[in-house]
């Protein structure tokens, strides 16, 4: 169900990073879908060329990204015809591991290097910095913007390409305010709750940090993170979005009743509410009854609005939180629908399990009478992954920036229909780690760690703790192991071109791609994360106790309490507490002696 990408670059969009950057991170889904057919979509059913409301946004994709000669290697043959059965490159060229490693930068297959960033990654940089959070994004140019410091000379990577793009951008605003202080949807509208002096001073070994550089950095959301959940953050929450799971009739009496509650309640020092945004797909349904809603108040139709993924795509700093009704599926479907910046998310649990889910829809006025009120909100910021996939130039050309998801559980990587087991490449900034030969293999966020990765036996992590978890699934030895890596590192998988099969891979359990030889996926911490409201500091043990029944049992250990009231307590108050008073093993009274433990005591007996 995966189709290639093609090698056409959009129309705005230059074929190098380095030469005539040009960028418009205004394409909207739909004209990324006309100008690419090729590109699958992130949902898994047919979609026109303009997505349905419900379907989710796809960012451009297939975009041919051609580096330097020093940065992208030329094609070096890996097969050998002599071998009868797949094996790793270095090993099919004779070599082990480390001397696959150490070998010339000439001879690596299609290396990029490690501070080259996916032109998507830039395009949502670039859309991210709009000069207004009501406002779309404008067009930018990149050349335009170096060009005030192109004659000062610099580091010539595609990481500070963007550093210093970013910075001209902010420089361009009208206030200092709008510029890239802290990671994602913070750094318009949380400036005053984070202490970013704090946050550089954490991360201050790093000479080429800046707050624009910081957007980039997983050091960096996660010093923000800490702080946010330090102290409540107290707001004006102005535009709600509300998400209901799909398929459940029910949830949409629900989500009117939120609704109109929302629009009613007086807020802020006014007699009405706050602007709410529903799906689309309630515009002309009778059981949401708009038309009953807005004929209520004449100010109610410029209150009631409906979302769709374009609008998450192109405007998500529109919405100052988002309420979802449903399950842990329904806050994974938010999370498909914000690939860029994220507001806040409070999940209500309406669905069948509830790892994510932790306030009781039949309590919430009072929950959102707390958020929106004088008390505020505290944030977690959950990681989520940035997984982009590269396809195989033709005939040994350059590699082919092809699909860039965001997710927020796990990237699966697996054998799909193919009867032979995974052959996968895995490397580590570029260092090859192992190669992977089992049914595949999971790449887990802390938040998917209670999903298929435990599943598979990974353990749980707390999703206050950064790593990526390394979770194989039926793996040919039994010595390869779950273990967690440094959210740090950028990791890349590949197919061997002497694998006897492809790959498919699953983002969040959407989007199946398939991986054909020669392509690879990196994955590395998002600049996006996941920020979701608390309720308390243990909402996560609560939340595994609660669901898993994690370390509960029938029946707890008896303490050694002699019971005052009965008959063997009250035959003499000169009796000792207990006649027995421990294992008939070892006596108190034998303490020191040479007979105190059993061998010995044998020993003494028979006179040794």
């Not at 009120?373 to 996939?389: A, I, K, S, W």
Request: with cysteine; charged share 20%; hydrophobic share 35%.
């Amino acid at each position: 169900m995966a189709t290639s990408p093609t090698s056409t670059a959009k129309s705005g969009v230059a074929s190098s990073i380095f030469n005539a950057m040009e960028v418009h991170p205004t394409l909207s889904p739909c004209q990324a879908a006309a100008a690419d057919r090729g590109s699958l979509s992130p949902s898994s059913r047919p979609s026109d060329a303009c997505p349905s409301p419900t379907t989710p946004t796809p960012i451009p994709t297939a975009v041919t990204t051609t580096a330097s000669t020093s940065d992208i290697t030329s094609l070096s043959t890996s097969h050998d015809a002599e071998h009868g059965k797949p094996q790793p490159e270095h090993a099919a060229e004779g070599l082990t591991s480390t001397e696959y490693n150490n070998k010339s930068p000439g001879l690596r297959n299609h290396t990029l290097p490690i501070e080259s960033i996916p032109r998507q990654t830039i395009i949502k940089a670039l859309a991210s910095a709009s000069r207004g959070r009501n406002n779309k994004p404008e067009a930018l140019s990149l050349n335009n913007m170096l060009s005030a410091s192109s004659a000062v000379g610099r580091r010539p990577s595609t990481s500070q390409t963007l550093t210093d793009a970013l910075n001209e951008l902010a420089l361009q605003t009208s206030t200092p305010n709008t510029a890239l202080q802290s990671p994602c949807f913070y750094h318009t509208r949380f400036d005053d709750a984070v202490n970013i002096d704090k946050v550089l001073e954490e991360i201050k070994s790093d000479d080429w940090m800046s707050h624009s550089r910081l957007v980039q950095t997983a050091t960096g959301v996660r010093e923000v993170s800490k702080q946010l959940q330090r102290r409540p953050i107290r707001r004006a929450v102005r535009n709600v979005m509300i998400v209901t799971k799909a398929r459940d009739n029910e949830l949409v009496y629900l989500t009117r009743e939120l609704a109109v509650w929302l629009l009613r309640t007086p807020r802020y020092g006014s007699d009405v509410g706050v602007n709410v945004y529903v799906d689309a797909k309630l515009r002309h349904s009778k059981r949401f009854g708009a038309s009953s809603i807005i004929d209520e108040d004449p100010r109610f139709p410029s209150m009631l609005h409906y979302w769709s993924p374009d609008l998450c795509w192109s405007q998500p700093e529109k919405f100052d939180l988002v309420c979802t009704l449903g399950g842990d599926g329904t806050v994974l479907f938010t999370s498909w629908l914000f690939q860029r910046i994220v507001p806040p998310v409070i999940s209500f649990s309406l669905g069948s399990l509830g790892f994510l889910t932790s306030f009781e829809f039949e309590k919430y006025k009072q929950h959102l009478n707390t958020i929106m009120g004088d008390e505020g909100m505290r944030v977690n910021l959950r990681m989520r992954f940035t997984c982009t996939v590269y396809r195989n130039g033709a005939a040994g050309g350059e590699m082919e920036e092809g699909e860039q998801f965001e997710v927020l559980n796990e990237l699966v990587i697996d054998r799909g229909p193919s009867p032979y087991v995974s052959n996968l490449e895995l490397y580590g900034d570029n260092e090859l780690l192992t190669v992977v030969q089992a049914d595949g293999c999971i790449f887990s966020t802390p938040t998917g760690s209670t999903a298929y990765s435990l599943s598979a036996g990974g353990a749980l992590v707390h999703p206050d703790i950064p790593g990526i978890l390394l979770t194989p699934i039926c793996p040919h030895t039994l010595s390869f192991r779950p273990m967690v890596l440094s959210d740090t590192m950028l990791l890349r998988v590949s197919v061997p071109h002497n694998s006897r099969a492809t790959a498919y891979c699953a983002f969040d359990g959407k989007g199946r791609v398939e991986l054909r030889q020669g392509d690879h996926v990196t994955i590395t911490a998002s600049q996006y994360p996941f920020p979701t409201v608390m309720r308390r500091n243990t909402e996560w043990f609560d939340s595994v106790s609660r669901t898993l029944q994690w370390n509960t049992r029938a029946a707890t250990q008896k303490g050694f309490e002699s019971k005052s009231g009965s008959q063997a307590a009250s035959i003499n108050g000169d009796e000792p507490e207990w006649d027995i008073d421990t294992d008939s093993a070892c006596y108190a009274s034998e303490d020191g002696s040479t007979a105190a433990s059993p061998l010995r005591r044998q020993m003494s007996l028979l006179g040794m």
